[in-house]
Every structure is written in C-alpha cells, then in structure tokens.
C-alpha cells in the first residue's frame, strides 16, 4: 500500500496486533515486521513502534537490531520491552524486579508539556505488565510519568524523536492508552488519517486493474465474510473476467449453498456452483479419524475445485480471501511460527496461476466495514465464520447424510434462537455439535429412547486464537433445548459447553 504508514516492529508480544489495531483506528495504515526487518525503502513511514516482548534485555537470546536504521530520522515510540531496550542500548540501567508486576498501575505524576502524554493526567488509569524495570534513564532523556511502583513509566529524549512507555497503551484497559496514541500517531507522526474503508476500496480497485489488466481471475467461494469481500472486490475492479467457484461438499448448514448462491447472484457475482456432495459422502464411509476426515475433505475439496477451474482456460490469477493475521508472522520464544488458520485449498497444478490477495492487509473488522462499503448485505458481513470443512468437525465419529441432516436442525433452532434473543452478533462463533459416538437413555411419552446428545457452542473471540464461553441465559438455552428435543429426532439430549481455548479447541472434531 503506497500511503503514510506506521511501522511496527515485532518483538514476539503478545499485543502487538493490538497495537496495530489501535493505529488503524486511528485511519491511518500500519505494518507489523519482525523487530529485525525495517523497511530499506521507508519513504512513506512515519513513525516507528517497537513492541513489548517475553524476553529481559539481560538474556543471551534477547531480540537486537540496529536502532540507527530509523532513531533520529522516523518519530519512534518503545512500548514495554520496546522502551527498555531503547534506555540499556544507550546507557540506561534496566533491572529485574522482584514481583512481575501484572495489572492496573495509576500515573501519579505526569509531565503534561510532553507531546505524548497531552490530555493525561496524574490519577488515570495504566495497565501493566512486565518483570524487568528501568532504573535510571541515559544522558539526554527526561523522565515523562511515574507510577507508585514504578519511577520511569513514560520517558522521552531531549534530542531526538524518541518516546517510551513502560504501560501498554494498547490494550483496552489502558484508559488513557487511545489518548496516548493518538498523540504519537496524529501530532507526533503528522498522520492525515487517509486509511479508511472507503480509501482502500477505491485504491485497491484501481491496483488491481492496474495489476490484473484483461487477465481473467477465479476464486473458490466458501459462503465465509472473506471470500465474499474479496469477491465483490474484485467484481467492482474487472466485472465478469472474475469467476468465482462454490464447491457444496454436502456439510454446509441448513438450506445454506441455496442462501448463499442466491446472495450472490443479487451481488452481480458470476459464480458456478457445483454440488459434490456424493463423491465426499462416499470418500467419508466409515472414516472416523478427525485428521483422516479433514485430510479427505480437504483433497477431495482441491480436485473439484481444480476440475471446475480447469475449464476457464485462459484464467491467470487464483484470488484468495487471506487477511492479515493470516499472514503476520508472529514470533514466539522458540522462533517458530504460529499459525491460526487451517484454510482448504490449493493452487490447481498445471495453470500456472498467480495468487492474487486484494485483502492481504485487513483485520477481520476492517473486512466487514469493506464489506459494508460496497454494499453486502449485513448478514453476510457479520457471519460467523465457519470451518471449511463444515459440519464434517461436529460430528463425531464418521459422517453421514443422516448424521448432517440432524445437525443442521439442530444447529439451525440454536442459530435462530440466537438471533431472536439479539446474541448473534455478539458472540464470535457459535454451533451445535452431534456427539453420535455417544448414547444415552432418555424418555418420550411412554416410550425409552436410545439416542445422540448434542453440545451447543458459542464462543466470544477476537482472532480464534483464544476463545472463551459465551455466557448464553439459561431461558435462551431452554428455549433452545426444549426446542432440538422435541423437533429433531435422533436427539435426546441438549448439553451447553463451557470450556474455554485454550486449553479446549472452538471445533470439538
Ligand atoms: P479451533 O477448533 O482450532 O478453531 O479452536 C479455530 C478456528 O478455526 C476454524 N477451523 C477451521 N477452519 N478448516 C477451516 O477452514 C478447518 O479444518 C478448521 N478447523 C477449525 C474454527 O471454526 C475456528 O474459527
């Protein structure tokens, strides 16, 4: 994206998306970077955040890099180990506390000709969250804000550009932590706030025509905000040479490919549905092994799609419905990447096609305001999401047609019931989940039943990656039992599942 940009680097936080949200709130694009990958080309940057990390500047395998390649030339602001590295690379002292200190902290004096601290005052509310703690500052730096038990909470450079926080004004609980950022951001970094839902519309489309030209593009559709956003983008940039493919694998949700296909088709999408559904059921026969299943799923899922994608010869580009956490490499202690996502598909072999992915740089909010942008319906932007392979990951045990014709009822009384009580939209994700390799005695009029219960799960969440139980009220929750129970045969009992992720997963396999 060519605009002003706020560059985060990475020290393996576990905020620094956070703190790349809060700067996007503020419309203005930023960038997440391991701590060592500054930018060479960085004409657009306009200021440089380092975030927290789980390591002490004291330990061997600690995160360095060369702080000359932007101190002095880019506005730079250190948040928690950010700033403890900045003071002990210039002569500062940085030492082990004995408490790690965890929680709400209150300024109790604040230096208010700081720049960055403008509008805060002493009394206000920190959140904090470190173990080491800077304990005398270098030459040319100015103590900014304390704490009780913390001398150097805010700190700033004499010479040069150059802030740091011991606080993480990121997170929610730091009141006064949108205050803070606003003044790094606005009136330090001089952000004109260009990043927008609109902006990026109209200046995605004019690089994808740019980037695609007459090339003919497909893209596989899953029902899912993203594919669907991405989708309408690349509709508005080359109108029919996209064509976009919705495989129905038979495990989608009640009455869902016929929903969704009518969606789009009011969207001016051009898409080919096919129903594959028999040639999955069939690869599925008696398989019971969750990874076996999603390993299947998932291949069947790449040859259908290629086959269809096959027959549009002179297509170039696949596009895909990647966002940016998607892709952001987070560090963790052991270097490794985490990833969240475990999206089916596959570049179909033999056409040579290169990836297009228009939503490479969105949060998952910032897709739904794109979204609401050009103009998809409000029930499509705010859907949950849902695993690619559907249903298939709530059934446990193998999977049969029967098995999804249960769940779909019952999923399709929980979701109704969600909305009806105006829950939907604020929980992350929710389903119902056939237990059918468990069986349980229960009673219908004068007869015994023999039967299948199912678990209901609702989850509040902002990337999947942690999850916690929605607190559902137990009327919406009767309503919701009595209802499975009494309509949906096979089942003959309603259990509400309340575990969180971790350490228990959102999908039960
Ligand atoms: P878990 O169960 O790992 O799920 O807590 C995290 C998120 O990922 C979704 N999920 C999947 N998505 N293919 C997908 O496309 C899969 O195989 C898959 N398994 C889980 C899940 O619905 C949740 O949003």
């Not at 011991?166 to 205050?179: L, N």
């Not at 129903?275 to 398989?287: C, I, N, T």
Request: hydrophobic content about 40%; charged content about 25%.
């Amino acid at each position: 994206m060519s605009m002003q940009k706020i560059i985060i680097l990475d020290f393996g936080s576990q905020t620094t998306q956070l703190i790349a949200r809060r700067v996007r709130e503020l419309n203005t694009f930023c960038e997440v970077m391991p701590y060592n990958r500054y930018p060479q080309e960085d004409k657009d940057v306009i200021g440089v955040i380092l975030s927290g990390s789980p390591y002490s500047v004291h330990d061997k395998e600690s995160f360095r890099l060369d702080l000359s390649a932007f101190v002095g030339k880019k506005p730079v602001l250190g948040i928690c180990y950010g700033a403890q590295l900045m003071s002990h690379e210039w002569g500062g002292t940085v030492e082990k506390t004995d408490t790690r200190e965890y929680g709400r902290a209150i300024l109790q004096t604040v230096d208010s000709s700081d720049i960055l601290l403008r509008g805060i005052e002493a009394g206000e509310q920190v959140w904090m969250s470190h173990g080491d703690t800077i304990t005398s500052l270098p030459e040319g730096f100015r103590l900014s804000a304390s704490t009780e038990n913390v001398r150097f909470a805010a700190y700033r450079s004499e010479k040069e550009p150059v802030w740091g926080v011991q606080f993480h004004p990121e997170v929610v609980h730091s009141a006064i932590g949108g205050r803070l950022l606003h003044n790094f951001v606005v009136d330090i970094c001089h952000s004109r706030g260009e990043w927008s839902a609109a902006s990026f519309v109209s200046q995605t489309v004019s690089e994808l025509q740019q980037q695609l030209g007459q090339d003919r593009v497909i893209l596989g559709l899953s029902g899912g905000v993203d594919s669907t956003v991405a989708a309408v983008l690349l509709h508005k940039a080359i109108g029919n040479r996209l064509t976009c493919i919705f495989v129905d694998h038979g495990m989608l949700r009640l009455n869902e490919y016929e929903d969704v296909m009518r969606d789009y088709s009011s969207l001016g999408l051009n898409v080919i549905g096919v129903d594959a559904s028999e040639r999955f059921f069939d690869d599925l026969q008696d398989v019971t092994d969750p990874e076996q299943k999603r390993k299947i799923i998932g291949r069947d899922f790449v040859e259908v799609f290629n086959a269809e994608a096959q027959k549009i010869r002179d297509a170039r580009w696949l596009a895909q419905g990647t966002i940016y956490p998607d892709r952001i490499e987070s560090l963790n202690i052991t270097g490794k990447t985490i990833k969240s996502h475990h999206n089916v598909g596959g570049l179909p072999k033999d056409m040579h096609l290169q990836l297009c992915e228009p939503l490479r740089w969105l949060f998952k909010d910032e897709v739904r305001r794109v979204g609401r942008e050009l103009g998809v319906p409000d029930h499509l932007t705010g859907r949950h999401p849902f695993p690619g392979p559907g249903l298939a990951v709530r059934i446990l045990g193998d999977v049969t047609r029967e098995k999804v014709h249960i769940l779909q009822q019952a999923d399709a009384i929980f979701i109704r019931h969600l909305r009806e009580a105006g829950l939907y939209d604020k929980i992350w994700q929710a389903g119902a989940v056939l237990l059918s390799t468990v069986r349980s005695v229960g009673v219908m009029g004068d007869e015994r039943t023999y039967e299948n219960p199912v678990a209901l799960r609702a989850v509040t969440s902002t990337d999947a990656m942690t999850a916690d139980f929605y607190p559902i009220p137990y009327e919406v929750l009767a309503k919701v039992s009595n209802e499975i129970i009494n309509k949906v045969q096979g089942v003959n009992r309603v259990c509400y599942d309340i575990s969180s992720k971790p350490p228990a997963t959102i999908e039960w396999e």
